[in-house]
């Protein structure tokens, strides 16, 4: 029995002794690599191809790789005296033109014309008569390619001819505006990088965006929602705003770019619709997008606003508006503010009152309202701060016991500390001093516009003043409540009189006491005699 070695022999001297049994396979194999690699070329050419007019400039590539403009300038002529109107074919012609460079004349007889070198690739070979033909009549185009890279840039359409198209009309260049402008949203990526790395007052991006109209913007549109919206990123929130700063430099042609970023799923172009509305002060616009968008998205557009933007919308907006309930929520004092003189004008006024008067609200609107306050403030001012009472007790106080105010507003203000309510007299006793000061007589005058009501807060406080340590300070502020109950001059504060005249805490107070008592009881005589009521 054979070993296998000696098989294997056996069948090697077989295929030898019949060559065709070996010659047979290797061909197959050749053909077969043969085609792929032919297959192969064609995809690639198919690849590069960036105009439908430009379909044979791509079979001299390798002409431009060589540095030899020939073949590809023939190939331009024949796309331009195909379609004239090509204007594609033609700014790469012109293109090609800006980098050649004259050569020296060719050394060749009339009788002998030859045209320039050519690779050795069978198609090129074919077509060097036509070539050479062609080059005679244009003479100017022998030149040679100096920076062939960027010639083959801009027939690619590629982001590093992109990037200096965007540069140079960036920094105003004519040709460059033009070609941008033909090119459309082809280069929105590419002015989108270059805007991220401009500072933020360089308004440069803007402008050349604004002139590439809403078809740039849309492209700047897909740029962003290209990112995923979950990632978080300072990046892509500078992104954001540019593409909002466009938006509103665009006004009414970027709308319905907007309209269908809001109908999207991406979250950075659904919340820049609804930015763009407020932005733009549209308030049919934001309430339309309001409708396809979720009430979370619409109340944290209303959060990211300044205040002076949704006021302008208040005036619009109507009751029932998702937009309208989400500023009802917004608890920003700036923010109500704002809306405190247009909600009167609104369309919907009574939503606007009822809000304004809900305690959340007053809690974070009086502070404010009452540091303004004045003789001069509007009525519906004061009506507010009459609905907040005592949470508008304390800056109004202020201004009561001011020496530096006009009387007019001291006069205003005590007017209104007389209906706050309850908590008016505390917050006046909380302007007095341990020690006589200016504002002693307006303190006085403050506690006596509040009339009857104000007579048994003074008792406490009379009360409490007793209980003080310090017997200066002691003497000093109950003197100012005994002047105050005399001022009042109703029985309700003689009898509180009278009771601080016969404790035996402080004989100071009781001694003021009694002389308010008696400088009161001489005057009730007087008015008697005199006939007064």
């Given at each position: 029995?054979?070993?296998?070695?000696?098989?294997?022999?056996?069948?090697?001297?077989f295929l030898?002794?019949?060559?065709v049994?070996?010659?047979?396979?290797?061909?197959?194999?050749?053909?077969?690599?043969?085609?792929?690699?032919?297959?192969?070329?064609?995809r690639?050419?198919?690849?590069?191809?960036?105009?439908?007019?430009?379909?044979?400039?791509?079979?001299?590539?390798?002409?431009?790789?060589?540095?030899?403009?020939?073949?590809?300038?023939?190939?331009?002529?024949?796309a331009?005296?195909?379609d004239?109107?090509?204007h594609?074919?033609?700014?790469?012609?012109?293109?090609?033109?800006?980098?050649?460079?004259?050569?020296?004349?060719?050394?060749?007889?009339?009788?002998?014309?030859?045209?320039?070198?050519?690779?050795?690739?069978?198609?090129?070979?074919?077509?060097?008569?036509?070539?050479?033909?062609?080059?005679?009549m244009?003479?100017?185009?022998?030149?040679?390619?100096?920076?062939?890279?960027?010639?083959?840039?801009?027939?690619?359409?590629n982001?590093?001819?992109?990037a200096?198209l965007?540069?140079?009309?960036?920094?105003?260049?004519a040709?460059?505006?033009?070609?941008?402008?033909e090119?459309?949203?082809?280069?929105?990526g590419?002015?989108?990088?270059?805007?991220?790395?401009?500072?933020?007052?360089?308004?440069?991006a803007?402008?050349?965006?604004?002139?590439?109209?809403?078809?740039?913007?849309?492209?700047?549109?897909?740029e962003?929602?290209?990112?995923?919206?979950e990632?978080?990123?300072?990046?892509?929130a500078?992104?954001?705003?540019?593409?909002?700063?466009?938006?509103?430099?665009l006004?009414p042609?970027a709308?319905?770019?907007?309209?269908?970023?809001?109908?999207?799923?991406?979250?950075?172009l659904?919340?820049?619709?609804?930015?763009?509305?407020?932005?733009?002060?549209s308030?049919?616009?934001?309430?339309?997008?309001a409708?396809?968008?979720?009430?979370?998205e619409?109340?944290?557009?209303?959060?990211?606003?300044?205040?002076?933007q949704l006021?302008?919308?208040?005036?619009?907006?109507?009751?029932?508006?998702?937009?309208?309930?989400?500023?009802?929520?917004?608890?920003?004092?700036?923010?109500?503010?704002?809306?405190v003189?247009v909600?009167?004008?609104?369309?919907a006024?009574?939503?606007?009152?009822?809000?304004?008067?809900?305690g959340?609200?007053?809690?974070?609107?009086?502070?404010v309202?009452?540091?303004?306050?004045?003789?001069?403030?509007?009525?519906?001012?004061?009506?507010?701060l009459?609905?907040?009472?005592?949470?508008?007790?304390e800056?109004?106080?202020?201004?009561?016991?001011?020496?530096?105010?006009?009387?007019?507003?001291?006069?205003?203000?005590?007017?209104?500390?007389?209906?706050?309510?309850?908590?008016v007299?505390?917050?006046?006793?909380?302007?007095?001093?341990?020690?006589?000061?200016?504002?002693?007589?307006?303190?006085?005058?403050?506690?006596?516009a509040?009339?009857?009501?104000?007579?048994?807060?003074?008792?406490?406080?009379?009360?409490?003043?007793?209980?003080?340590?310090?017997?200066?300070?002691?003497?000093?502020?109950?003197?100012l409540?005994?002047?105050?109950?005399?001022?009042?001059g109703?029985?309700?504060?003689?009898?509180?009189?009278?009771?601080?005249?016969?404790?035996?805490?402080?004989?100071?107070?009781?001694?003021?006491?009694?002389?308010?008592?008696a400088?009161?009881?001489?005057?009730?005589?007087?008015?008697?005699?005199?006939?007064?009521?």
């Open positions: 029995m054979q070993s296998a070695t000696e098989l294997a022999g056996d069948a090697l001297a030898l002794a019949e060559p049994l070996l010659e047979v396979p290797i061909l197959l194999v050749l053909v077969a690599v043969c085609v792929w690699r032919d297959r192969r070329s064609a690639r050419a198919e690849a590069i191809r960036a105009h439908g007019a430009l379909d044979d400039l791509f079979l001299g590539i390798e002409a431009w790789c060589t540095r030899d403009a020939a073949t590809t300038v023939h190939r331009l002529g024949r331009l005296e195909a004239p109107g090509d594609s074919a033609a700014r790469l012609l012109a293109e090609a033109r800006l980098w050649l460079e004259p050569a020296p004349p060719a050394a060749t007889s009339p009788a002998e014309p030859r045209g320039p070198g050519f690779p050795a690739d069978r198609r090129f070979r074919e077509e060097a008569a036509a070539v050479a033909a062609w080059l005679a244009v003479p100017e185009l022998q030149r040679r390619i100096e920076e062939p890279r960027r010639v083959l840039d801009a027939l690619e359409l982001r590093a001819h992109l200096r965007v540069t140079t009309a960036l920094d105003g260049e040709p460059a505006l033009v070609e941008l402008a090119l459309g949203g082809v280069v929105a590419e002015l989108l990088r270059q805007a991220l790395t401009l500072a933020p007052d360089d308004r440069r803007v402008v050349l965006a604004v002139s590439l109209g809403k078809d740039l913007f849309r492209a700047l549109l897909t962003l929602e290209a990112e995923p919206s990632e978080h990123s300072a990046q892509r500078r992104a954001s705003r540019f593409a909002l700063t466009v938006a509103i430099a006004g042609a709308e319905e770019g907007l309209d269908a970023a809001a109908r999207s799923t991406h979250a950075v659904r919340d820049l619709a609804l930015d763009a509305a407020i932005a733009m002060g308030a049919d616009r934001l309430a339309s997008r409708r396809v968008t979720s009430a979370g619409v109340r944290r557009a209303i959060r990211r606003a300044r205040p002076e006021a302008s919308l208040a005036r619009e907006l109507g009751d029932g508006d998702t937009a309208f309930d989400a500023i009802l929520d917004d608890p920003r004092p700036a923010l109500w503010r704002a809306l003189d909600a009167h004008e609104a369309r006024a009574k939503a606007w009152h009822a809000a304004l008067r809900r959340s609200t007053l809690d974070a609107l009086a502070p309202l009452a540091a303004e306050f004045g003789a001069a403030s509007p009525p519906h001012h004061r009506d507010l009459i609905a907040a009472g005592p949470r508008a007790a800056p109004i106080a202020l201004l009561a016991t001011d020496p530096a105010a006009s009387d007019a507003d001291r006069a205003a203000a005590r007017s209104l500390l007389a209906e706050l309510g309850d908590g007299v505390g917050a006046l006793a909380r302007t007095w001093g341990r020690a006589p000061s200016p504002a002693d007589e307006h303190l006085v005058a403050a506690w006596s509040l009339g009857t009501g104000a007579t048994a807060a003074l008792r406490e406080l009379f009360a409490g003043i007793l209980r003080e340590p310090d017997r200066a300070a002691r003497a000093h502020r109950g003197a409540v005994i002047r105050a109950l005399a001022k009042l109703t029985t309700g504060a003689r009898r509180v009189l009278d009771a601080a005249r016969r404790q035996t805490t402080a004989p100071e107070l009781a001694r003021l006491a009694g002389e308010a008592l400088a009161n009881a001489a005057s009730a005589r007087a008015t008697r005699s005199e006939g007064r009521p």
